[in-house]
């Protein structure tokens, strides 16, 4: 198909600027308890700080090295993400003083340096100097002198120090690591309520002191700055260097990067700010953004609770899975049948129960297993590592490229290959994204596999704050081919054809491929046809094409993405049968989901891939069937429940307006992860309006057996 400019597309990099307004939205919205609403400032702000570092950075690069046409491109593409990021952040600094405001309602009070009272103040110094000032390291600058590297991990303060007669610039980075962003402090005597206060006003309102017999100072002023790099490892080509090696040394690299942002002070002097602009060579074509007083929003994240419960999300207790709880050990459960996790809602220690139990079991012979991040302190390599003294062959795939966790890779690899484990670094070129696990078992006298294919990563953190699905399952051609997966890793020249899997970069693109386009062949035979897709980005150009073409053929399109969606719906003669939402919520939304109705013989599959050109075509994913007629069903109820959302959805459109769906006076509240919730716990699936469900009336597709 051609890219013609008849073809409707929104920039990747726009579409992700618009799914964080709908972060922000929800810090925006007084039904969503107090407390969260502050964290998710601080998520809307490490999004925005991953955006600079990463896809800022991209477009930064092609604008560099672009031929003078492609440049003109570029260059409008990076006023625009300018021109959003400033019209977020004015939004943000809106949000924040409105959060500031309904704190204050509840009694919880954020205060800066100018609102103690000397009761405070007393508690605030002697604070400050147990604790803080022997973390401050102050440097003096001068024009001599190149300025330090600006970690971009880090906040700064760029320091104006008066005299009588002159002014000298100094730098300091804040104390973060050991004391935290938020100090709670005192009350006010005789007043009622939980005061706060920010680890940069303490040092704002101590700050001579900090420079005490150094200057005959008359006056000192801090302004908060922030500098992100471009986060691309550069991974040099020295065949005498192991891939490890230029891991680690690219590592060091990243960190003086080039600088993609700088956000400053905006009441920041004109001279103050002109010399660190000057210094650190920030050109036009770097993104200088004006901004408030704080920077590191991003550590809202972690914001105290000092209020009551009802401040928070209300917890949902872990959902029992009797298949697994009533099963003498949890292979016979799955040797019975296919088991389907779905985390948060279920708790991830049932899939740390299998790997410690096959850790154990004088009938396992070994464990395959890729890991792209995991916990900091991991049961799942704590039981490999257990499998390993307990005569196991244990072979870890660990991918070394998993961006921000490379450090963290780096010593589990060690800490694995150093006890025994059989590691293998990824492939390079090559992405290992997938999540498997592969456990080969002897059962009379036969060696049997039991296999995991998941959506997210193998991290006991991340599965009480993300949505994702874990398909346990005994099918044993499934296993043969994930057999044949981890060969392909560990030899990239060997190929294997899969009856059952879609495997990237191998065959995924062409499989898709051709079941979007059965799908619009049978919408012209008259036939029943439809596609519903789940996932987190849809940015590939080539099959939003095809899904444009099954439109125009009569298809029903029903999509459910989380971040960027480069596909524009509802456009006249393209895309009028494209329906897209997004669902923001209490948990990130991270499975991939595919759904093709193949005239009633309905096929369902799961995958760690998004629809996006580097997960088909330069990443090892793996998409996998689910077989089973009860995992089918379940699983087109949840998306049945997702597609009915009217408090959490938002329609995806080509105006990026990220409106919520009209609710009549009348109409059922769905709030779909609460209603997953409950529908999981009770196994009563909801009355929904038949006009809304996911994909058009079909029975489900006969149950394949391949054990």
Same mark, same amino acid.
């Given at each position: ?541 080539? $099959?939003?094409?095809? @899904? ?6 009569? #298809?029903?399109? !029903?999509? *459910?993405?989380? =971040? +960027? ?69 379940? $699983?087109?109820?949840? @998306? ?6 009217? #408090?959490?959805? !938002?329609? *995806?459109?080509? =105006? +990026? ?51």
């Amino acid at each position: 198909m051609s890219d013609s400019p008849e073809i409707p597309r929104v920039a990747k990099e726009l579409s992700w600027l618009s799914f964080n307004e709908r972060v922000l939205q929800e810090a925006d919205d007084p039904d969503v308890p107090m407390i969260q609403r502050v964290r998710y400032l601080g998520i809307f702000s490490n999004n925005l700080d991953e955006f600079f570092r990463v896809r800022v950075a991209d477009v930064q690069r092609l604008a560099n090295f672009a031929t003078p046409s492609k440049k003109i491109e570029y260059l409008d593409l990076q006023e625009q993400i300018r021109d959003g990021v400033l019209a977020l952040q004015k939004r943000f600094n809106k949000v924040y003083e409105n959060v500031l405001a309904e704190m204050r309602k509840r009694k919880i009070y954020l205060v800066n340096e100018t609102q103690l009272d000397e009761v405070q103040q007393d508690w605030v110094r002697n604070y400050f100097y147990e604790n803080i000032q022997p973390e401050l390291m102050p440097v003096m600058l001068d024009e001599q002198t190149a300025p330090p590297e600006l970690n971009d991990s880090a906040i700064y303060f760029a320091i104006k120090l008066n005299t009588e007669n002159s002014k000298r610039y100094a730098l300091l980075e804040i104390p973060t690591a050991r004391t935290g962003r938020f100090i709670r402090i005192p009350k006010r005597k005789g007043k009622r309520g939980k005061v706060v206060m920010a680890i940069d006003n303490i040092i704002r309102l101590c700050l001579s002191d900090v420079f005490m017999g150094i200057l005959p100072l008359t006056s000192a002023e801090a302004y908060t700055i922030k500098i992100t790099r471009d986060a691309e490892l550069e991974l040099g080509e020295e065949i005498t260097e192991s891939f490890f090696e230029r891991i680690s040394q690219s590592l060091k690299k990243r960190r003086s990067g080039v600088p993609v942002r700088f956000v400053y002070d905006e009441s920041m002097p004109e001279d103050l700010l002109g010399y660190f602009t000057r210094r650190l060579m920030l050109g036009k074509l770097d993104s200088i953004i004006p901004g408030g007083r704080y920077h590191n929003s991003k550590d809202f994240m972690s914001f105290p609770n000092l209020g009551p419960a009802y401040l928070e999300f209300k917890p949902l207790p872990p959902i029992p899975v009797p298949a697994i709880d009533e099963s003498p050990n949890i292979f016979d459960a799955i040797r019975d049948r296919d088991v389907l996790l779905y985390y948060p809602y279920h708790h991830f220690s049932y899939l740390e129960r299998l790997v410690k139990t096959a850790a154990i079991d004088p009938a396992v012979r070994s464990i395959k297993i890729c890991l792209y991040r995991v916990a900091s302190a991991s049961h799942i390599a704590d039981a490999l590592l257990n499998a390993v003294a307990n005569k196991k062959e244990v072979t870890v795939v660990v991918e070394l490229q998993a961006r921000f966790d490379e450090e963290a890779n780096i010593d589990l690899a060690e800490r694995l290959t150093d006890n025994g484990v059989n590691v293998i670094f990824g492939v390079p070129g090559l992405k290992v994204h997938c999540k498997l696990l592969l456990i080969t078992r002897m059962e009379n006298s036969t060696p049997r596999y039991y296999s995991h294919i998941g959506t997210g990563n193998f991290n006991e953190k991340t599965a009480r704050l993300y949505t994702d699905f874990s398909l346990l399952t005994w099918n044993q051609e499934i296993g043969e081919e994930l057999w044949q997966v981890f060969d392909f890793i560990a030899f990239t020249y060997r190929r294997h054809e899969f009856k059952h899997l879609m495997v990237s970069p191998l065959d995924s693109r062409a499989k898709i491929r051709a079941k979007i386009r059965r799908e619009a062949d049978n919408a012209r035979r008259g036939k029943t046809s439809g596609i519903t897709i789940k996932c987190n980005n849809l940015v590939d150009n080539e $099959l939003i094409d095809e @899904l444009y073409a099954a439109s125009q053929a009569g #298809v029903s399109i !029903r999509i *459910i993405v989380r =971040g +960027m969606c480069s596909l524009v719906p509802q456009v006249k003669g393209i895309s009028d049968n494209i329906e897209a939402i997004s669902i923001v919520d209490r948990y990130l939304e991270h499975p991939r989901v595919f759904v093709f109705h193949n005239d009633g013989l309905r096929e369902f599959y799961l995958s760690s891939a998004d629809i996006m050109t580097r997960n088909i075509d330069y990443r090892v994913e793996v998409v996998v069937p689910v077989y089973d007629l009860d995992l089918q069903i379940q $699983l087109q109820n949840i @998306l049945d429940i997702q597609w009915c959302d009217n #408090v959490k959805a !938002r329609t *995806i459109d080509a =105006g +990026m307006r990220n409106q919520k769906r009209e609710r009549s006076r009348n109409a059922k509240i769905i709030r779909s992860q609460e209603v997953i919730y409950r529908y999981l716990k009770s196994g009563k699936m909801p009355k929904l309006s038949k006009r809304q469900l996911a994909l058009p009336s079909a029975k489900p597709a006969k149950k394949k057996t391949a054990k």
